[in-house]
């Protein structure tokens, strides 16, 4: 029997089986994890072929009923490593204190607050392989100076290494989505460290590009600080991450 897709979580199947070994391969195991959590496994297409590997435990995290039971009557050796629950509110130290490698094939409709949630537990977290809709995917994984760059790029980039794998029809699904997939691959920047104040980095980041179209001395008028940088004079999608910091630090130094 297999699961009756609901809408409400975003609930489109991959069929094709290629595809799916493929986002599989995509997870780089010299990562240094022992570990990979799946998020929304549904019927397990990607799991399969996550438990063919033995160079890491496979757990997945599933919030749908009907899915856990069917996942645990097809794939017994995975029984005991079926969480159900929200990813949105559960935490990675509750499965281990080791690294955890996050891999799925994400409900596009909460993919922006996954990725909030992984940001705040990012030190667990060496890579994400993920597919999601295809213009997230590209807005991810852009680089600066260019109209795709926004809020979660530049708070995705400050910690990791982003990279465009490759696209998905709609075809590929059961039922089909509205738009394309695209697949990403994340890989934690440990040399990057965030060299300023992080609340304030986000708070930076967010008013800039508030009022994207604007230069950065308008943009950020909100904060009420006095600036002086080269910097004002660009538009929040120009700056890069190092940019940011370097702002972030101007804009600390000015609130002292
Ligand atoms: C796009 S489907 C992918 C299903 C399956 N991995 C596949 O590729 O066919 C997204 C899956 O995420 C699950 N899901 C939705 N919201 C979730 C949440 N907050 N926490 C965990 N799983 C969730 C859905 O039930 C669904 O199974």
Same mark, same amino acid.
């Given at each position: 029997?297999?699961?009756?897709?609901?809408?409400?979580?975003?609930?489109?199947?991959?069929?094709?089986?290629?595809?799916?070994?493929?986002?599989?391969?995509?997870?780089?195991?010299?990562?240094?994890?022992?570990?990979?959590?799946?998020?929304?496994?549904?019927?397990?297409?990607?799991?399969?072929?996550?438990?063919?590997?033995?160079?890491?435990?496979?757990?997945?995290?599933?919030?749908?009923?009907?899915? $856990?039971?069917?996942?645990?009557?097809?794939?017994?050796?995975?029984?005991?490593?079926?969480?159900?629950?929200?990813?949105?509110?559960?935490?990675?130290?509750?499965?281990?204190?080791?690294?955890?490698?996050?891999?799925?094939?994400?409900?596009?409709?909460?993919?922006?607050?996954? @990725?909030?949630?992984?940001?705040?537990?990012?030190?667990? $977290?060496?890579?994400? $392989?993920?597919?999601?809709?295809?213009?997230?995917?590209?807005? *991810?994984?852009?680089?600066?100076?260019?109209?795709?760059?926004?809020? *979660?790029?530049?708070?995705?980039?400050?910690?990791?290494?982003?990279?465009?794998?490759?696209?998905?029809?709609?075809?590929?699904?059961?039922?089909?989505?509205?738009?394309?997939?695209?697949?990403?691959?994340?890989?934690?920047?440990?040399?990057?460290?965030?060299?300023?104040?992080?609340?304030? @980095? @986000?708070?930076?980041?967010?008013?800039?590009?508030?009022?994207?179209?604007?230069?950065?001395?308008?943009?950020?008028?909100?904060?009420?600080?006095? *600036?002086?940088?080269?910097?004002?004079?660009?538009?929040?999608?120009?700056?890069?991450?190092?940019? @940011?910091?370097?702002?972030?630090?101007? $804009?600390?130094?000015?609130?002292?």
């Amino acid at each position: 029997m297999k699961i009756r897709p609901k809408k409400s979580l975003g609930q489109h199947f991959l069929r094709d089986l290629s595809i799916a070994r493929r986002i599989v391969d995509s997870l780089v195991p010299h990562q240094g994890f022992q570990t990979v959590l799946e998020i929304g496994p549904g019927m397990g297409v990607l799991t399969q072929y996550l438990l063919q590997n033995d160079a890491y435990e496979t757990h997945v995290i599933e919030i749908d009923r009907d899915s $856990v039971p069917y996942l645990k009557q097809h794939y017994p050796a995975l029984a005991p490593r079926v969480i159900e629950g929200d990813f949105l509110r559960w935490n990675l130290s509750r499965l281990t204190e080791a690294k955890v490698a996050i891999i799925g094939n994400l409900p596009y409709n909460i993919s922006s607050q996954i @990725f909030f949630r992984i940001i705040d537990q990012r030190d667990q $977290v060496p890579e994400i $392989v993920c597919m999601l809709q295809k213009e997230v995917a590209r807005r *991810l994984a852009s680089p600066p100076g260019n109209k795709e760059y926004g809020i *979660l790029s530049v708070y995705l980039q400050a910690f990791y290494d982003i990279e465009y794998l490759f696209s998905v029809p709609p075809g590929a699904f059961d039922p089909p989505p509205k738009v394309q997939s695209g697949v990403i691959r994340l890989l934690r920047n440990e040399t990057m460290q965030l060299a300023c104040d992080e609340q304030l @980095f @986000f708070r930076v980041i967010k008013t800039g590009f508030n009022q994207r179209r604007k230069t950065l001395r308008n943009a950020l008028k909100p904060l009420g600080v006095e *600036l002086d940088s080269p910097y004002l004079d660009q538009r929040a999608e120009q700056l890069s991450v190092a940019d @940011f910091v370097a702002l972030t630090q101007l $804009v600390q130094e000015a609130m002292e």
